[in-house]
């Protein structure tokens, strides 16, 4: 273990005992490469990974680095994520493992936050249950999902959330209507007031599950056609700007294909930056700081990165 101001490495040793009190000896990892965790197959090591099986012990976690003074992160898939090369100082509370729970109720879906956003629209069109038909191909869970209301191909979770059940600051849960989320564009009170999504119920339609099928099978093709799955990414490296498009701004820029290091704008959708083989969390940010500063050089428009950075 690294020290680190409050992460020393008496204090983070003990808390880690703490830690496999709370989830298992099994469940808690030191010096975790996060390039494990993350879809850029990018990052340093975390200090301590640990993973919760329930609700309870997500709580009792993280009240257990509130307590220890010592900084944590709540990770999903990992989908819109850049880690820094040197890692994570601190304690990644990883929920993608263990909270995988999913009910259905008549037309309601319940899933708890790690569950993926392909598992829970296959297991909707198997059911006939229409609503979840765009976040087919999204790659990334329920949790960071609602924490960002993501969304494609002209739908979001706004669309289609009932409710959401969080862990507040102060250590309370709450379920959370839709209406009273502050959903957005790419934003949500849950990322603003530093809540942690433990799950979220969709209201969602009765439809033929031949007709869910096809339209998943479309935007399927049509992602498949048009971004580069074939290499490790963030997905959309930027925020769309009112008004434009940032693929378009890119590639108008002269920036498809531009590359440092191990990191390059995507040739097959500018909008994306890609891992092409080695790349350095280094090489992302020089990327992007490139991009950015020549797309506003060129046309006044400062794009703003959709990736979340890390350590």
């Avoid at 959370?176 to 339609?205: Q, W």
């Avoid at 097959?268 to 506003?296: C, P």
């Amino acid at each position: 273990m690294s020290e680190s101001g409050t992460t020393g490495d008496d204090h983070l040793q003990a808390l880690a005992q703490r830690l496999r009190s709370i989830v298992g000896e099994d469940n808690v990892l030191v010096d975790e490469p996060m390039s494990e965790h993350t879809s850029f197959r990018i990052g340093g090591p975390a200090d301590l990974f640990v993973i919760p099986d329930d609700f309870d012990e997500v709580r009792d976690a993280i009240d257990a680095c509130v307590q220890a003074g010592v900084p944590h992160f709540v990770l999903g898939r990992g989908s819109d994520l850049l880690v820094a090369d040197g890692g994570v100082r601190g304690v990644i509370v990883a929920v993608a493992d263990g909270l995988v729970g999913v009910s259905v109720n008549d037309d309601e879906m319940w899933c708890q936050a790690g569950v993926t956003l392909r598992e829970a629209s296959e297991m909707a069109c198997e059911l006939g249950l229409s609503g979840l038909e765009f976040a087919c191909g999204i790659p990334g869970s329920i949790g960071g999902a609602c924490f960002m209301n993501a969304g494609a191909y002209g739908g979001c979770m706004a669309d289609v959330l009932k409710s959401v059940r969080v862990l507040c600051q102060d250590g309370h849960e709450e379920t959370i209507p839709v209406d009273e989320l502050g959903l957005g564009y790419r934003r949500s009170r849950i990322a603003s007031e530093g809540m942690v999504v433990l799950s979220a119920t969709f209201d969602l339609e009765q439809a033929d599950p031949e007709k869910i099928r096809a339209t998943m099978d479309e935007l399927t093709r049509r992602r498949e056609e048009k971004q580069p799955l074939e290499l490790p990414s963030a997905g959309s490296t930027f925020k769309r700007p009112e008004g434009y498009f940032v693929g378009k701004l890119v590639t108008d820029a002269g920036l498809r294909g531009y590359q440092v290091g191990g990191a390059a704008v995507s040739r097959k959708h500018a909008g994306f930056v890609v891992n092409v083989g080695g790349a350095t969390a280094a090489d992302v940010h020089a990327v992007i700081s490139h991009v950015q500063d020549e797309v506003e050089r060129q046309f006044g428009v400062r794009l703003e990165p959709e990736v979340r950075f890390l350590g």
